[in-house]
């Protein structure tokens, strides 16, 4: 399971929808068809639409020079509607024919303390336990895994590995230590720098903004954050990605929002 955080995930929170919501997504590939499928097509698409580097190495996707493309550099191409256009649909196709599946989890840090104001929430621990929870009832159908996520800075990086740790050696509120070591490949997060140029990991990057601004919509009524591109990737995972029960809901599977409505 790739994994991508979005929003702030910080434990402090105002109103103001920027500081508001913190999510991670984890997008979950079987090994031997990322390895022998998925990275391979990965790759021919950026080049495709990128090129190269001047040494040749592959071009490592960065959403957000994406979204604002400089006037210098590999993805300068996307200033041209055109070539924008382009690139749109093949994101759009990969996403669709791809086999992955996806767990976005949101948290509405106000909400949380307004519920439980004595509680002393860490955000990113609570987004990784549900993450890891849901992870590991995948596993049990499908085999063992692990979880990758792109390295920050020495000390969020540090932070992440002991909060994954803890759970990993403790277990969670639904689930024991023993059950959850059954199915992963160990007991440490693999973090991983941009420059080793991952494919589940930028696909994780292009994937966890749009389900998270998709989630806010579904549970909080804010499409503020749901762009027009957002708009074609949310249909994709709502009907085909995200994780999903014995009945095909996706609630409380696939998209997780915490704390829990009542619907």
């Known amino acids: 399971m790739f994994i991508d955080d979005t929003g702030d995930v910080t434990n402090s929170t105002t109103n103001d929808a920027q500081n508001r ?9 079987d090994r031997t068809y990322l390895e022998k499928t998925f990275e391979p097509s990965f790759q021919t698409i950026v ?23 400089p006037q210098l550099g590999p993805f300068a191409c996307l200033r041209d509607q055109a070539k924008r256009d382009a690139w749109d649909r093949a994101c759009l196709d990969m ?16 909400a949380f303390y307004y519920h439980h104001p004595k509680a002393t929430l860490d955000v990113y621990q609570t987004l990784i336990q549900n993450a890891v929870e849901r992870y590991f009832y995948f596993l049990r159908a499908n085999g063992t895994g692990d979880v990758v996520v792109e390295a920050q800075n020495a ?11 803890a759970v990993i ?28 140029g991952y494919p589940g990991l930028q696909f994780a990057d292009l994937i966890a903004r749009p389900a998270f601004a998709h989630c806010r919509a579904v549970y909080a009524n804010d499409t503020s954050d749901l762009t027009a591109f957002a708009r074609q990737i949310a249909p994709i995972l709502e009907n085909y990605k995200f994780y999903r029960s014995k009945e095909g809901k996706p609630d409380g599977y696939g998209r997780i929002w915490r704390p829990t409505l009542k619907r």
Do not use: W
């Open 169 to 196: 050696e403790n277990g969670s509120e639904h689930i024991s230590a023993d059950k959850l070591q059954a199915v992963f490949t160990s007991k440490e997060i693999n973090i991983e720098p941009k420059s080793a």
């Open 47 to 69: 080049k495709r639409h990128f090129g190269e580097n001047e040494d040749g190495t592959p071009v490592i996707l960065h959403r957000r020079k994406m979204i604002s493309p």
């Open 95 to 110: 996403m669709t024919r791809a086999a992955y599946t996806v767990v976005t989890v949101c948290l509405d840090k106000v």
């Open 155 to 165: 000390g969020t990086d540090l932070a992440i590995k002991t909060r994954f740790r």
């Open 21 to 29: 919501y913190a999510s991670i997504t984890g997008v979950i590939i």
